[in-house]
């Protein structure tokens, strides 16, 4: 009697290990091709470079915008496991997260004429007579733009062209914060899937 009871306990604790296994295969079988693997591929294969650490929230919510095609972001971590700076994100100056470098530079359109601009700051304080959202985005290295109609900035030692209302920055430039899926996808000149 206590041989079978312990024959359709072992019988159900495999049957149900199968049961698990084989949702887990099929649901990931299901699931295919993400419609942004297309895209997250385009911007390594354009020299696109995303700089992140794997403990800052803005970064992981920028990662799950890409659903699975994260697999194929041209990710740069930039933290240790004791969250010290890589010495690849020190090399590139980088000291907010998530930031995202192209290689042709970044273009953006903006009704502001006037944007906000933040100097460097090598100590990291606040320079007398800046708006206050100046203290929140300082670099050590170079100016931060700050434009009304985006809610990310852009950090740039030299100053962009602008020409009728679009700003040109060099390939030395980044956009610091999260950056929206069209705005990647701008820079590189890919086309969204609907």
Known sequence: MMKSKQAIFIVSIVGIIILVVGLGFLANRAAGPSKYDDFAKALKSNGAEFFGAFWCPHCQAQKAEFGSAKQYLPYVECSTADRKTTQICLDNKIESFPSWRFKDGISLTSSDKNPTVCAASPTGESIKGE?????????????TWIFSDYKFSIKSVKDPIVTA?????DNSSFATGEIPLNFLAEQIKFTLPQ
């Open 131 to 143: 708006p206050d959202i100046c203290a929140n985005v300082h670099s050590a290295y170079a100016r």
């Open 165 to 169: 209302g679009t700003w040109k920055f």
